[in-house]
């Protein structure tokens, strides 16, 4: 019965607002994002009684939108060491397009000496790698921010490490030959845009050349050793790991090299930028004083247990998950059970490669019955570590590297 009536309440909910937006934005209060003015976990009573929407192969996502299709990952389904092909959040700022892999071609153009057009077959020559790789959206945690920024309210889950097979962005630059004008590199994919005009591109952005040239970018067609999922890129995407998703181009076409900072849609104006200096909440910042997001910040998450767990006193219980720092490595876990007061150091393994997250487990003894929260607090190479805070509101909402924590009760 008291399920029927906070399911009464979400839906009351989700008509006053009327759109699948609104609906996610009221699942996303009932989970510990964490802001200032929110003194506790709330219940998960409204998210258990949403209606879920199912995305094909991707069972347990939530989805935020469905046009475009974008979809997170809750903790507790980002448990895997590798994140499965199925447990990838997705993040389509158009529609996927239909691809055909034989007549595929991509492109390579610009401030290059040699402009290539090479064959799957002919791209595949190249010397190959496997490597996990972390990609997370700029927008991850979005839902943290108050005032609240517009656009997919991610919680946690726009996270996920895969492991890709692809060649080596560098190796295909050099073999175009950059000019000395090279700068920056514009990746264009092939979805459509969302008005359904072929002329218009949803999303197209690039990176200075030097992120282009590090080895562990990547232009990939296996994810997880099987062909990309049309989702997630189908036949070749771009990894650029440790930078906003955003730069990690799906069906990707074409490369052009530019002589200046790429131009293309999301890469100018209010997108994937954060103001250069700290701002006040709900701030107006001019344009000209908002930067470009290039190494995303030190994060972590806690995948097992799944918040509001009722434990039994006198147990030890084992907690893990995941930690990652753009293009940082993570030097220490720490996590606490008395918010914050007391902190002990996780057991941490180094990643399998650059770029991939790392593993961090502990086990807990919980000094007596009651309610807990378990807090995870991750440190990166060079001492930064996360915020207990939604740290610096920026009008985009990107960047919220807040600590995730789950609730415990002790019975
Ligand atoms: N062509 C294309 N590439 C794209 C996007 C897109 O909408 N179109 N979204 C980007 C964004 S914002 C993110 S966070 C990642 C998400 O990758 P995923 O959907 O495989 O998780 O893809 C990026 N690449
Ligand atoms: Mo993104």
């Known amino acids: 019965m008291g399920n029927r009536k906070k399911l009464n309440t979400s ?13 996610t934005v009221a699942m996303d209060l009932t989970l510990p994002v964490i802001h200032p003015s929110q003194s506790g976990l709330m219940t998960s009573a409204n998210a258990d009684a949403l209606d879920e929407i199912a995305i094909q192969g991707k069972n347990g996502l939530r989805v935020l939108n469905n ?20 447990r990838h959040f997705v993040r389509n700022n158009g529609l996927p397009p239909q691809m055909d892999a034989t007549e595929w071609t ?131 995407r771009v990894v650029t790991p440790g ?20 131009d293309g849609p999301k890469m100018t104006g209010y997108s994937y930028r954060v103001p250069q200096y700290p701002v006040p909440p709900g701030a107006h910042v001019p344009r000209e004083d908002m930067k470009i997001i290039e190494s995303m910040p030190v994060k972590s998450l806690i995948t097992f247990p799944k918040s509001r767990l009722n434990w039994k006193y006198k147990k030890s219980l084992s907690v893990r998950g995941h930690a990652w720092a753009g293009d940082r490595s993570i030097k220490a876990v720490h996590v606490s059970i008395d918010f914050g007061v007391n902190w002990r150091k996780a057991v941490l393994t180094p990643p399998v490669n650059p770029f991939a997250w790392q593993n961090w487990k502990t086990v807990i003894d919980f000094p007596m019955k009651g309610y807990y929260e378990v807090w995870a607090r991750a440190t990166d190479s060079i001492g930064e570590m996360q915020p207990m805070v939604v740290p610096g509101w920026n009008p985009k909402g990107y960047l919220n590297n807040a600590m995730h924590r789950i609730s415990v009760t002790v019975l």
């Open 243 to 262: 930078w906003p998703g955003s730069t990690s181009i799906k069906w990707l076409k074409r490369i052009t090299i530019r002589d200046q900072e790429h």
């Open 67 to 86: 046009r475009p299709l974008n979809a997170e990952t809750p903790p507790h389904l980002l448990d895997d060491v590798i994140t499965p092909n199925d």
């Open 106 to 236: 991509l492109t390579v153009d610009g401030e290059v000496h040699n402009p290539l057009v090479l064959t799957l077959e002919q791209l595949k020559r190249f010397k190959q790698y496997t490597c996990s790789l972390q990609i997370e959206c700029g927008g991850n945690g979005r839902a943290g921010f108050e005032p609240p920024a517009k656009g997919n309210q991610w919680t946690y889950g726009a996270i996920g490490c895969a492991t890709y097979t692809g060649v080596r962005m560098k190796d295909v630059l050099r073999s175009a030959g950059l000019k000395n004008s090279a700068v920056y590199t514009g990746y264009y994919g092939s979805d459509l845009h969302l008005s359904g005009d072929p002329n218009k591109v949803p999303i197209s952005r690039g990176t200075p050349i030097s992120k282009a040239m590090d080895d562990h970018t990547l232009i990939v067609w296996e994810m997880n050793g099987r062909p990309l999922p049309a989702l997630h890129g189908f036949p070749l």
């Open 11 to 23: 839906r009351r909910a989700f008509l006053k607002y009327g759109s699948l937006t609104a609906m």
